[in-house]
């Protein structure tokens, strides 16, 4: 899943895929700010999935509000939304390529 705003650390090769719903009836920003040099920041509305690469270690903020305040409301472990880390993606790749070729 390419970022192309703000993909993660060069340095970092360890990511999780992560997912996000807003279940509530207001828009949210979502934000992570506990990683040197690296900047995100998404708008999620009111139902929407946000899915993102994180690293193991960052925590999403939920900030929300109305019109020009936001409080922030939530502050999330990306670990606990996680869906896939990287060595899961991988060895699902290795293992379709070893399926691909014994064929």
Known sequence: MAQILDPIPSD????????YVNATSQIQIARITNIANW????VVFP????????????????????????????TIPC???CLQSVQEIEAEAASSTVLTSAE
């Open 12 to 19: 970092s090769s360890d990511y999780v895929v992560c997912c």
């Open 39 to 42: 900047y995100f920041e998404r």
């Open 47 to 74: 139902g929407q999935r946000l899915m993102f690469e994180a690293l193991p270690e960052a925590h999403l903020e939920i900030h929300s509000g109305m019109m020009a305040s936001a409080i922030l409301s939530d």
């Open 79 to 81: 670990l606990t939304l």
